[in-house]
Every structure is written in structure tokens, then in C-alpha cells.
């Protein structure tokens, strides 16, 4: 299979802080991975795009000084929050893409919900 | 710029057959993909189909792709109350790495 996990799948935290999340493809290796947001009711809206060692690339309007995003290895990429707003609180999801084989398919994780204080 | 539209609701009862319709404007897309969201989850890939492709069966699913007028259809045979949730088609295009996302059809499936 090609399973996608994140960590924590549901934070609550209060204005000010920094929140980070995790995103680990757990049986294969994954190029690139993908961080979206989804408001209720809504689209998935890509924030970035990252492959591993190098930077990533945000989408237009995606703050990345308020987004980091870090991809130190091939199954694990992170998201951290930073200086968290009320407006930030949604449901960020990652996907991520295998190295080898595949059908350009992006497997998902299932998602973590964010709640700003 | 690309562009992938769906209808937003859709409700049949247990049993029927449930079609989920997809446009895009991409004429260079390479597959389209049709992922599954249940409430408060992340998205399922349930089947992709390449652009080269008319027709795609996977057991209860199948999937139709008309490229002349860029139309994708997700055929659900026996649906079940389980099948509820939000089902998003996307597309991706050589050249590109991202998914374009349509905005999801959510599919109500009564007793």
C-alpha cells in the first residue's frame, strides 16, 4: 500500500504560539510532498509544494515566513505554524508522492485539524 | 489557468447507481484522479484514469473520460450508505506536478 500519516491529527493551541505538524509516508519513499488547506465545505487549496533537501515552494498569497516547512528526509516533511492566528485555525492535510513507480498519484494523509484560541 | 468543475450535491437511495460528473479546461491533462473524503478525514484515492483511456472499471466503479468535451464521470454500481461522503475529482498534467482540485460533490446516500 501506500499509507500517509500525520502527527498530531487534532491541536488546539492558543494565539501566539507555534504549532508543528507532522507528515511521514510510512511503506515507501516519497520525492515530493504536498501541504494543503481545506476550509469547511471546501476545495483543498496546495500551500506548498516540497521536495526533500531543498527549499520549498509556496503557492501565491501562502506566507512562508508564517508557514515553514521543512523536508529533511524522504518520508518525512513538516509544517510548523508559527505565531498562530483564530484566522489559521483549519484542516491542513499533506500528500506525498512516490519516488519510484506510481501513476503520479499523490496518497494522502488524514489530515489534522487546528484550532487557534 | 486550469479549472475542474463539479456539481455540489448529489442524493440517491441505497441500492441505486450514483454518477458524479466532472468537468475541466485542461485539454493537456494527463490523468484525472477521483478521490473519496469522509467527514473529518483525508482523501482516499479511489481510481485514476489516464487521458488516453475511454472507460476504467474497478469493481463497483466505474469511470468514464470524454475528452472532446473534457467531461469525467465517476459511476458508483449498488451504492451504499458507506459510500456517503465528499468525492473530489482532480487532474494533472505533464509538465506539472500539482493536482487541481475540483470544489467536491457530496454524495448523500439514504436507506
Known amino acids: 500500500g501506500a499509507v500517509v500519516s500525520q502527527h498530531p491529527s487534532r491541536v488546539i493551541c492558543k494565539s501566539g504560539t507555534s504549532v508543528k505538524i507532522e507528515c511521514r509516508s510510512l511503506?515507501?519513499?516519497?520525492?515530493?510532498m504536498f501541504w494543503y488547506r481545506q476550509f469547511p465545505k471546501q476545495s483543498l487549496m496546495l500551500m506548498a509544494t516540497?521536495?526533500?533537501?531543498?527549499?520549498?515552494?509556496?503557492e501565491q498569497g501562502v506566507e512562508k515566513d508564517k508557514f515553514l516547512i521543512n523536508h529533511a528526509s524522504l518520508t518525512l516533511s513538516t509544517l510548523t505554524v508559527t505565531s498562530a492566528h483564530p484566522e489559521d485555525s483549519s484542516f491542513y492535510i499533506c500528500?506525498?508522492?512516490?519516488?519510484?513507480?506510481?501513476?503520479?498519484?499523490?496518497?494522502f494523509g488524514p489530515g489534522t485539524r487546528l484550532t487557534v484560541l | 489557468g486550469e479549472d475542474v468543475e463539479q456539481s455540489l450535491f448529489l442524493s440517491v437511495r441505497e441500492g441505486d447507481s450514483s454518477v458524479i460528473n466532472c468537468t475541466y479546461t485542461?485539454?493537456?491533462?494527463?490523468?484525472l484522479y477521483w478521490y473519496k473524503q469522509e467527514p473529518g478525514a483525508g482523501l482516499q484515492l479511489l481510481t485514476y484514469?489516464?487521458?488516453?483511456?475511454d472507460m476504467k472499471q474497478d469493481q463497483r466503479l466505474t469511470v468514464l473520460l470524454n475528452k472532446k468535451d473534457k467531461h469525467l464521470s465517476l459511476r458508483i454500481a449498488d451504492t451504499q450508505t458507506g459510500d456517503s461522503a465528499i468525492y473530489f475529482c482532480?487532474?494533472?498534467?505533464?509538465?506539472?506536478?500539482?493536482?487541481?482540485f475540483g470544489k467536491g460533490t457530496m454524495l448523500l446516500v439514504s436507506p
Open positions: 500528500s506525498a508522492r512516490k519516488l519510484a513507480g506510481g501513476n503520479n498519484e499523490q496518497f
Open positions: 511503506d515507501f519513499q516519497a520525492t515530493t
Open positions: 516540497s521536495n526533500e533537501g531543498s527549499k520549498a515552494t509556496y
Open positions: 485542461d485539454s493537456s491533462s494527463t490523468y
Open positions: 484514469i489516464f487521458s488516453n483511456m
Open positions: 482532480a487532474e494533472i498534467h505533464s509538465g506539472y506536478s500539482t493536482l487541481t
